[in-house]
């Protein structure tokens, strides 16, 4: 219930992106209180955007997090702002600074907090060993990319139970020593890719089950080719704003 809410509520904050936008374009300048429509919509977005980061974020580092929009938010605000306080110029503070500001804000968020806690769709993991299995269960290896370009090598000798994490990145992942696999038993894994690119890099003859979502994005499979003793690759999670090819 909590994906779909957050689906749908990204879904209006592009609307209203995109409604900004237009009358960006156009010059329309009619607004209330002064402000310039194009400005209040985009002020919209950015403090929906917040507010969606406070709901639906899964842990608490990733709720402070807010300080990116939080500086985009006073750059589109800034001249309203020094109007509303009286100040002689319109310029409070130059853009550049606060937008690094804003990006060390969040970064040193993350530097400072621990993870914690994935509550994510399929399961619940993090790195004190806790772990509440949800039907796809605790991984047996777990990558995260933010950022960077990565490359993710897993052993599908040893390894049945994959987790990677890709947000704003790119990351290629390879499956190892594939000669050695009982194909009775088959590899689970689970894939976040948001607003980033994510290739999985399989053997031709595995057979491959996407049971992942997808939100404004793409997720690519090959065609699989039918044979016996194949070894099944079952991809589970979610794609939003990104790319995934499965089977490169």
């Not at 194909?183 to 894994?189: G, K, V, Y």
Request: with cysteine; hydrophobic share 45%; net charge neutral.
């Amino acid at each position: 219930m909590k994906q779909k809410a957050s689906k749908i509520f990204w879904g209006i904050l592009l609307l209203l992106t995109a409604a900004a936008l237009v009358l960006y374009g156009i010059g329309e300048s009619k607004g209330i209180f002064g402000m310039p429509m194009h400005k209040m919509l985009f002020a919209i977005v950015l403090s929906a955007w917040i507010i969606s980061k406070i709901l639906f974020s899964d842990s608490l580092r990733e709720r402070l997090k807010i300080f990116f929009p939080l500086g985009l938010l006073f750059m589109v605000l800034e001249t309203e702002i020094a109007k509303w306080a009286g100040l002689p110029s319109e310029e409070i503070i130059n853009n550049w600074i606060v937008l690094l500001a804003s990006i060390l804000a969040d970064i040193a968020i993350t530097v400072l907090i621990p993870r914690g806690k994935s509550k994510g769709k399929h399961f619940n993991f993090s790195f004190e060993g806790e772990s509440d299995h949800r039907g796809f269960g605790e991984p047996e290896s777990y990558d995260k990319n933010r950022f960077s370009e990565s490359t993710v090598y897993i052993d599908a000798s040893k390894t049945k139970k994959s987790f990677v994490e890709n947000k704003l990145g790119e990351t290629n992942v390879y499956y190892q020593n594939a000669e050695n696999i009982d194909p009775s038993i088959p590899l689970e894994l689970t894939i976040v890719n948001h607003m980033g690119e994510t290739n999985i890099h399989v053997p031709a003859d595995w057979y491959i089950v996407n049971e992942m979502s997808c939100a404004l994005g793409a997720v690519n499979t090959r065609k699989n080719i039918a044979s016996d003793n194949q070894v099944r690759l079952i991809v589970r999670g979610d794609n939003k704003m990104g790319e995934t090819n499965i089977g490169k």
